[in-house]
């Protein structure tokens, strides 16, 4: 018996104690500390902070994304994924738990491609929780489409000189370390012509001009999304990550990983959004009944549950086929549907949450604006939506064939010569017996 919904008993033990400990224990830094998660820790957080990170160590829940290897359990994406569910909750809960995005793809593609003095240097504070980093891809002139990229890195004797601009590189401002994406030779395709390179924040050049902040959504302190101006910036040779010309192989690991876990941690999103319409469905009369008692109010509950169930199976199913390939690119095409698919579902269930809790909805009292900015963010990072729907189309239509006429394959008459003919010896024996 392969397909199994359980989970295991002893892991269960470890999620119902994370659900309790978000909803108790974190939530609360979200209304205290909310922007601040990415800013290095003062004497007052680290205090409160760095004691429940020790109760999730204890637990050993503490970078469930890696393997034992880097400090984790290895406890795999499917599990990730339900432990995710819960995170997805609060703002501080990733930080407390060691998984926050960016910093887990980068701490993913640092021990995967980085020499050991790199993962002495970067990974390791990186694990530990006490610094952040920067994914530095995107530039203003082009996001969805890397080949376009001009930030252009340069060989001087020992060192590399990277001049260019980013845009939208977030965390930029608190982070200790950037990677950034450069070309360094232009005359071979993009694929072959970009590396990755790792940028202490502080080397002269690194010039952060502005940090943009997601309209209605946020928080005044976050650190943002900064627009960086790499201006002479030179680092040793030994800064480039994973190989010359390796940058977009990088990206691949990197994204595919970052995608899936940006899925997870939105069923966490979506279920408080339904949790929240149906309290308030259960707690609002208007005309005589409970809004709960409204048909178009039961149809919003029905319709969002089942857009969350078929989401989260999906994201499961994605989850453990990774675990089972151990490889994001054999994965690929599923991890492309559950990504185009997340802001949809993620925006149809906030809307609806919205619609029933009626003005006070829309207020700042409520999270839901902040939840649909952030179902349209989620239909930008890590690629557009409709980048990721030509994947799933062009990886599906790759397990296709055309018909071998003009005929579709299964037009019927087809179909019943090709049977007649396979079976003629019975159909004849049967004309024969008339
Ligand atoms: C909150 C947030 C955080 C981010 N953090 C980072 C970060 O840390 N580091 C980083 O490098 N980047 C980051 N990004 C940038 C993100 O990766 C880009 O926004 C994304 O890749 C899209 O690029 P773009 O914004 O330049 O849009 P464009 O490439 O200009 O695309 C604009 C629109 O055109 C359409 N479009 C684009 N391509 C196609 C196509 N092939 N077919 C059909 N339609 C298409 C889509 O509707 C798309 O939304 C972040 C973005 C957001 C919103």
Redesign the pocket.
């Known amino acids: 018996m392969a397909w199994d919904f359980e989970t295991d008993p002893e892991f269960q033990e470890k999620l119902d104690w994370a659900d309790e400990f978000v909803r108790n224990e974190v939530e609360p830094l979200d209304h205290v500390w909310g922007g601040l998660e990415f800013f290095p820790l003062d004497d007052t957080r680290r205090k409160v902070v760095d004691p429940l990170k020790q109760q999730v160590r204890d637990h050993d829940l503490w970078a469930a994304h890696l393997g034992p290897e880097l400090g984790g359990k290895g406890y795999g994406q499917l599990k990730l994924s339900l432990l995710n569910e819960i995170l997805g909750r609060s703002r501080w809960a990733p930080i407390i738990f060691g998984t926050q995005a ?1 910093d887990t793809g980068n701490a993913e593609i640092i021990a995967h491609y980085g020499t050991p003095e790199q993962k002495e240097r970067y990974l390791q504070p990186l694990l530990d929780g006490e610094v952040f980093s ?12 890397p080949k376009m990229f001009k930030t252009r890195a340069e060989r001087d004797g020992d060192e590399w000189v990277i001049n260019g601009w ?7 401002s608190t982070a200790s370390f950037l990677i950034v ?1 450069a070309v360094t030779n232009p005359d071979v395709s993009a694929y072959q012509g970009m590396s990755m390179f790792l940028v202490p924040r502080d080397t002269p050049g690194v010039n952060i001009v502005k940090n943009f902040h ?1 309209g209605g959504g946020g928080h005044e302190h976050d650190p943002g ?1 900064a627009l960086i101006h790499y201006d002479n910036v030179r680092v040793p040779a030994d800064a480039v990550l994973g190989g010359e010309g390796q940058a977009f192989a990088i990206a691949q690991t990197r994204l595919g990983g970052g995608r899936i876990h940006h899925a997870m941690r939105t069923i966490a999103t979506c279920k408080k959004a339904l949790d929240m319409m149906c309290e308030r469905a259960l707690s609002r009369e208007t005309q005589g009944s409970l809004l709960a008692d409204k048909q178009f109010v039961q149809g919003y509950i029905a319709d969002s549950y089942a857009q969350l169930m078929q989401f989260r199976l999906f994201v499961l199913y994605t989850a453990w086929s990774i675990d089972r390939h151990k490889n994001y690119l054999k994965v690929r095409k599923d991890i492309a549907a559950v990504k185009a698919l997340m802001p949809q579902v993620m925006h149809d269930i906030v809307m609806r949450a919205t619609q029933v809790h009626g003005a006070l909805g829309v207020t700042t009292d409520m999270p839901f604006t902040n939840m649909l900015i952030g179902s ?2 989620m ?9 990721h ?2 994947t799933v189309a062009r990886q599906l239509l790759r397990e296709y064939r055309p018909s071998d006429d003009i005929w579709p394959t299964q037009t019927i008459p087809k179909l019943e010569a090709a049977a007649r003919e396979k079976l003629a010896e019975f159909i004849e024996h049967e004309v024969g017996n008339l």
């Open positions: 960016p920067c994914y530095s891809m995107t530039e203003p002139h082009a996001g969805a489409d980013k845009f939208f590189s977030s965390n930029a994406m997601v999304h349209v963010v239909g930008l990072v890590d690629g557009p939506t409709e980048v729907k030509v």
